[in-house]
């Protein structure tokens, strides 16, 4: 059982330059999210999906596009990286009525 | 003013002692708490939830809430090397936990 699956584990990108982070689950969640994460900051959420064919904005979406393809994916776009969002970005997903979330393993990005 | 406070540490205790985590949180609106994991470089885990006032056990780990007061804390009894991590503690304002308000972890540290 993978639970939530993101790729790629690692990228580095010039600004500019586009980019789509996969992330997919197994574990038939309703809900699906991005965060990233900076040091001192804590997990910030970028986007999140409540249901599939719903999207909404977090708190940091600038920047940013997702897309829920099906029930299992949810992918994140930068359509043109920038410095500032150098960082850890993180998928999640959660049963609809229970918050508790279950992380992907992360995607290390940096923007040079 | 942030929502979710932690003192970043890093907390220093030897093995076998308790180690004491505390959070305090601004939205009185908050219903669901939690505390999660985070190794170095990895994805934050999930170690426990509290929806209601007191305290809840599970194993070595004791999670507290005061909703008056707006704290939440994490006892690890008998503190073990392998539980050297970062400690997250976030919060949902919704039943959904949609937006779930992450804070900058705590580093505890736990010496052999």
């Known amino acids: 059982n993978a639970g939530v699956t993101q790729t790629p584990k690692f990228q580095v990108l010039k600004t500019g330059q586009s980019m789509t982070l996969q992330c997919a689950q197994d574990?038939?969640?309703?809900?699906m999210y991005w965060y990233r994460q900076d040091p001192g900051m804590g997990l910030r959420l970028i986007y999140y999906?409540?249901?599939?064919?719903?999207?909404d904005k977090g708190e940091v979406p600038n920047g940013y596009n997702v897309s829920r393809l099906n029930k299992r994916e949810f992918s994140l776009r930068l359509e043109s990286a920038a410095p500032s969002q150098t960082s850890v970005y993180f998928c999640?997903?959660?049963?609809?009525?229970?918050?508790?979330?279950?992380f992907g393993q992360g995607t290390r990005l940096t923007v040079v | 003013q942030k929502e979710v406070e932690q003192n970043s540490g890093p907390l220093s205790v030897p093995e076998g002692a308790i180690a004491s985590l505390n959070c305090t949180y601004s939205d009185r609106g908050s219903q669901s708490f939690f505390w999660y994991r985070q190794y170095s470089g990895k994805s934050p885990e999930l170690i426990m939830f509290i929806y209601s006032n007191g305290d809840k056990e599970d194993g070595r780990f004791t999670a507290q809430l005061n909703k008056a007061s707006q704290y939440v804390s994490l006892l690890i009894r008998d503190s073990q090397p392998s539980d050297s991590a970062t400690y997250l503690c976030a919060f949902a304002g919704d039943t959904g936990g949609f937006k779930t308000i992450f804070g900058a972890g705590t580093r505890l540290f736990v010496k052999a």
């Open positions: 999906s409540a249901s599939e064919g719903t999207t």
């Open positions: 574990m038939n969640h309703n809900s």
């Open positions: 999640a997903s959660t049963v609809q009525v229970k918050p508790e979330a279950f």
